[in-house]
């Protein structure tokens, strides 16, 4: 593996945004509490260990700066302060050293927003947990990093064996100088100039293609308008979407994979069908709690769709676009969540909801800074979603750090302006590990939706029992019964048990 390059980076609009939504409290960071297994190294150690895979990830070295006049989106220049020992932190839990006391401090690190004049980075050291593990909490802003190129940059940072060869950097680094205001000012004219010519050059390539040009501009189209039509049915109205604060808590709780797959190769879905529907019962059960009438009450959550594409994984930034997955709240009866949910995401799929948000992150690359601004607050606006919903596929093969073996990573997400839940799902090494991040004041009970999200898979693998049981040994495994179309609160029919074996 080579070291990646250090250019200097103009941020994409999608990573733009997430600058442009932050404030005292609403942070765009997101993160992972990784627990592993064994004796901690030393701070010592540990310091050293990330400083030799430094030269993989430029950006962790990089800064932002900001043209003039507000002449274009900032960029990602190296930071000749660059110093570890302010990224890397050192601390332990108290006595008696558990997850109780480990969420506590994960709260209130994720409380704090990072220092926009130095690398938008974090990582702390936690000793003293129980059962002799030890954890590492890292935190980066979410404008240099998505879900998916933060696997990639976790494989960089990880060992895939225990005994892994240390790896020495083959010159110091050294920053390049800090571009100044007057370049600064003439890239951003420069690319205010170029970005329309650019447009013309690949239309021009288009056009040179007409039936494939045909093709593209009638799905671009189709997908737009699906997004115009999302952006008319608003999110309802529930104590989920209330003024947050800076403050924040945290939780976690872990399943089987397996179970995950049993579940939808039974019901003939996906796995992130079956998480979607436990997010539907957890929340239904907390409204509920909440005194809150469920009854027609159908809930929206933004659910981020990598468009990374293969050639591009590993890079930092942005990749992404959003659906509107529905939440099926008003349905009592959990695989009935599990088939409306199903149904929904496929026909969200081939609606192309997802390519027309694409199109629409495209072309915000080539709109002004105050544009880009107004559409950033219509991207997390209480309008279109109640909560983030992200699923982000991890390895299934164990990490190592030194040597100790990651046990268990629980992703963070971030907390959009009155939004006072999300839910981050990560898959690894056999394992579905769920974090919940919710406003300190506003989920005082976010327990409760960790303890529901247990209690609607058990529910789901209930039903997965009673229908393995129900089917005759002559059939193949994984084979249910059709059940009657289900009814969302629109009257329309959701969609019937599909057969097993959907991916």
Same mark, same amino acid.
């Given at each position: 593996?080579?070291?990646?390059?250090?250019? $200097?980076?103009?941020?994409?609009?999608?990573?733009? =945004? +997430?600058?442009?939504?932050?404030?005292?409290?609403?942070?765009?960071?997101? @993160?992972?509490?990784? $627990?592993?297994?064994?004796?901690?190294?030393?701070?010592?150690?540990?310091?050293?260990?990330?400083?030799?895979?430094?030269?993989?990830?430029?950006?962790?070295?990089?800064?932002?700066?900001?043209?003039?006049?507000? #002449?274009?989106?900032?960029?990602?220049?190296?930071?000749?302060?660059?110093?570890?020992?302010?990224?890397?932190?050192?601390?332990?839990?108290?006595?008696?050293?558990?997850?109780?006391? %480990?969420?506590?401090?994960?709260?209130?690190?994720?409380? =704090?927003?990072?220092?926009?004049?130095?690398?938008?980075?974090?990582?702390?050291?936690?000793?003293?947990?129980?059962?002799?593990?030890?954890?590492?909490?890292?935190?980066?802003?979410?404008?240099?990093?998505?879900?998916?190129?933060?696997?990639?940059? /976790?494989?960089?940072? +990880?060992?895939?064996?225990?005994?892994?060869?240390?790896?020495?950097?083959?010159?110091?680094?050294?920053?390049?100088?800090?571009?100044?205001?007057?370049?600064?000012?003439?890239?951003?004219?420069?690319?205010?100039?170029?970005?329309?010519?650019?447009? /013309?050059?690949?239309?021009?390539?288009?056009?040179?293609?007409?039936?494939?040009?045909?093709?593209?501009?009638?799905?671009?189209?189709?997908?737009?308008?699906?997004?115009?039509?999302?952006?008319?049915?608003?999110?309802?109205?529930?104590?989920?979407?209330?003024?947050? *604060?800076?403050?924040?808590?945290?939780?976690?709780?872990?399943?089987?994979?397996?179970?995950?797959?049993?579940?939808?190769?039974? +019901?003939?879905? #996906?796995?992130?069908?079956? !998480?979607?529907? $436990?997010?539907?019962?957890?929340?239904?059960?907390?409204?509920?709690?909440?005194?809150?009438?469920?009854?027609?009450?159908?809930?929206?959550?933004?659910?981020?769709?990598?468009?990374?594409?293969?050639?591009?994984?590993?890079?930092?930034?942005?990749?992404?676009?959003?659906?509107?997955?529905?939440?099926?709240?008003?349905?009592?009866?959990?695989?009935?969540?599990?088939?409306? !949910?199903?149904?929904?995401?496929?026909?969200?799929? =081939?609606?192309?909801?997802?390519?027309?948000?694409?199109?629409?992150?495209?072309?915000?690359?080539?709109?002004?800074?105050?544009?880009?601004?107004?559409?950033? &607050?219509?991207?997390?606006?209480?309008?279109?979603?109640?909560?983030?919903?992200?699923?982000?596929?991890?390895?299934?093969?164990? %990490?190592?750090?030194?040597?100790?073996?990651?046990?268990?990573?629980?992703?963070?997400? +971030?907390?959009?302006?009155?939004?006072?839940?999300?839910?981050?799902?990560?898959?690894?090494?056999?394992?579905?590990?769920?974090?919940?991040?919710?406003?300190?004041?506003?989920?005082?009970?976010? @327990? =409760?939706?960790?303890?529901?999200?247990?209690?609607?898979?058990?529910?789901?693998?209930?039903?997965?029992?009673?229908?393995?049981?129900?089917?005759?040994?002559?059939?193949?495994?994984?084979?249910?019964?059709?059940?009657?179309?289900?009814?969302?609160?629109?009257?329309?029919?959701? *969609?019937? &048990?599909?057969?097993? @074996?959907?991916?």
């Amino acid at each position: 593996m080579e070291p990646a390059s250090h250019e $200097i980076d103009r941020l994409t609009a999608i990573d733009a =945004q +997430f600058l442009t939504n932050e404030s005292e409290s609403s942070h765009m960071h997101i @993160g992972a509490v990784m $627990i592993f297994e064994g004796d901690p190294p030393t701070y010592d150690e540990l310091k050293a260990h990330i400083a030799s895979r430094l030269d993989f990830v430029p950006r962790y070295r990089q800064r932002l700066v900001y043209p003039p006049y507000g #002449t274009g989106r900032p960029l990602w220049a190296d930071d000749p302060d660059f110093n570890l020992n302010y990224h890397l932190r050192h601390t332990a839990l108290p006595k008696p050293g558990g997850e109780r006391e %480990l969420k506590i401090l994960a709260s209130r690190l994720f409380s =704090q927003a990072l220092d926009r004049s130095k690398p938008l980075w974090e990582m702390f050291l936690v000793e003293e947990l129980e059962g002799d593990r030890f954890a590492i909490i890292i935190k980066s802003h979410h404008a240099m990093i998505d879900g998916i190129s933060g696997v990639d940059i /976790g494989t960089v940072i +990880f060992d895939v064996t225990p005994d892994a060869e240390p790896i020495v950097p083959k010159e110091e680094w050294k920053p390049e100088p800090l571009p100044s205001n007057m370049s600064l000012l003439e890239r951003g004219a420069r690319e205010l100039a170029t970005e329309p010519v650019k447009l /013309g050059e690949r239309a021009v390539h288009a056009l040179r293609k007409p039936s494939t040009l045909a093709s593209k501009v009638g799905e671009s189209a189709e997908g737009l308008a699906e997004v115009a039509r999302a952006l008319a049915d608003s999110a309802p109205d529930v104590p989920l979407n209330v003024p947050i *604060g800076p403050h924040r808590r945290i939780t976690w709780t872990s399943a089987s994979l397996d179970e995950f797959k049993r579940i939808k190769d039974v +019901f003939g879905t #996906t796995v992130n069908d079956v !998480v979607l529907a $436990i997010a539907a019962g957890s929340i239904r059960k907390w409204l509920i709690k909440r005194g809150v009438d469920t009854d027609g009450l159908e809930l929206r959550a933004m659910v981020p769709v990598s468009v990374r594409s293969d050639d591009e994984r590993g890079q930092l930034g942005n990749k992404l676009a959003t659906m509107r997955a529905p939440l099926p709240v008003y349905e009592s009866d959990p695989v009935g969540r599990l088939e409306i !949910v199903s149904a929904a995401m496929d026909g969200l799929k =081939q609606s192309k909801q997802a390519l027309g948000a694409e199109v629409i992150a495209r072309l915000n690359d080539f709109a002004p800074p105050t544009l880009l601004a107004q559409a950033a &607050r219509l991207t997390f606006s209480t309008r279109l979603f109640n909560l983030l919903v992200t699923n982000v596929p991890g390895p299934q093969i164990p %990490l190592y750090v030194l040597g100790r073996k990651l046990s268990k990573p629980y992703p963070v997400a +971030f907390l959009a302006k009155n939004h006072g839940l999300a839910v981050g799902v990560m898959s690894y090494a056999g394992q579905v590990n769920i974090g919940l991040i919710g406003d300190f004041d506003a989920m005082p009970d976010i @327990g =409760q939706i960790r303890r529901g999200l247990n209690e609607s898979l058990s529910e789901l693998a209930e039903a997965a029992d009673e229908v393995e049981s129900s089917i005759a040994p002559e059939k193949p495994k994984g084979a249910a019964k059709k059940s009657p179309a289900r009814k969302s609160p629109n009257g329309k029919a959701s *969609g019937t &048990r599909k057969p097993a @074996g959907k991916s």
